[in-house]
């Protein structure tokens, strides 16, 4: 009984022993960062990111989605639902009942090409697909578009551009 309990305890230690060779292993590996290439276009990350049902859904209606699933680049300034969120219901659904109005907010959101942190935060503007240009600035480590939304997130890459997460919803200043 002793000798089985004595090659149990053997066979426990040896395979503690080996899963802790692997985990120190696993998280060497994981300490290690790795470019993985994106399998999702904009809309498709957006969808599958969770935080932005309104501004998918607001991108169907506007019929943009499969302009933003197509080859791109495409730059996009994505505000999430909290974002949405301190937008007047009474504003979105006047958005909601003007297409051409609708396609204008939205595309004040996008700038053409892969425009990544690296490269915004050397910018001072940047040209959006509805003819008006953000005002870029960085202060205090973040950065700025129009000089109150925030970027809180940067770069999250898809197959056809990259997201850049804000905190409020762009309105296009009036011609």
């Known amino acids: 009984m002793n000798r089985i309990r004595a090659l149990t305890a053997a066979?426990?230690?040896a395979v503690l022993l080996v899963a802790a060779v692997s985990t120190a292993g696993a998280s060497r590996t994981a300490a290690r960062p790795t470019a993985m290439k994106p399998s999702m276009n904009i809309v498709q990350t957006a969808i599958a990111a969770g935080q932005f049902t309104t501004l998918v859904k607001l991108v169907k209606a506007a019929g943009l989605a499969g302009?933003?699933?197509?080859?791109?680049?495409?730059?996009?300034?994505a505000p999430t639902?909290?974002?949405f969120a301190k937008v007047p219901k009474k504003?979105?659904?006047a958005l909601m009942n003007n297409k051409a109005q609708l396609r204008q907010v939205l595309l004040y959101h996008v700038t053409s090409g892969r425009v990544t942190a690296a490269k915004v935060v050397k910018l001072t503007s940047a040209p959006t697909l509805a003819g008006k240009s953000l005002a870029v600035s960085v202060r205090g480590g973040g950065v700025y578009l129009n000089r109150t939304t925030k970027v809180v997130q940067a770069d999250v890459p898809a197959t056809n551009g990259v997201i850049h997460v804000v905190n409020r919803v762009l309105i296009p200043p009036a011609s």
């Not at 302009?67 to 300034?77: A, D, E, M, N, R």
């Open 11 to 13: 066979a426990l230690g």
């Open 81 to 83: 639902d909290a974002a």
């Open 67 to 77: 302009t933003l699933s197509g080859k791109g680049p495409f730059t996009v300034f």
């Open 91 to 93: 504003t979105l659904n």
